[in-house]
């Protein structure tokens, strides 16, 4: 089990950028999966984007691609959801969640798929 923190929620303005970042502290992200979504008021928790462990290939859901990424940097121990041209539609609680040996062509960005969760971070878009 791995203990997640999620940081860099906040206020931004429509058409602009934010970087999310998904930290664990004690145990090294590289053999996870880490994924990020979001959970909108009356909304189901919807997949956004995946790195998968050990250098693998990223997987961004297509709702989102060409405004989002993902990437890791192992020597801060995290992952990373930068987002920009961001939309009021966007404004909603992020998670990262992360599971051991995850290939996200093979396993996609599934809620179910995950084990471990963090607790989450707002991001409110202002028109």
């Known amino acids: 089990q791995v203990q997640l923190v999620e940081s860099g929620g906040g206020l931004v303005q429509s058409g602009g950028s934010l970087s999310l970042s998904c930290a664990s502290s004690g145990v090294s992200l590289d053999t996870y999966g880490v994924a990020w979504f979001r959970q909108a008021p009356g909304k189901e928790r919807e997949g956004l984007a995946c790195?998968?462990?050990?250098?693998?290939?990223?997987h961004i859901v297509d709702s989102v691609k060409g405004r989002f990424t993902i990437f890791r940097d192992n020597t801060k121990n995290a992952v990373y959801l930068q987002m920009s041209s961001l939309k009021p539609d966007d404004t909603a609680v992020y998670y990262c969640?992360?599971?051991?040996?995850?290939?996200?062509?093979?396993?996609?960005?599934?809620?179910?798929?995950?084990?471990?969760w963090g607790q989450g971070t707002l991001v409110t878009v202002s028109s």
């Open positions: 790195i998968s462990s050990t250098g693998g290939p990223t």
């Open positions: 969640a992360a599971r051991t040996w995850y290939s996200c062509p093979v396993f996609g960005v599934l809620v179910q798929a995950m084990h471990d």
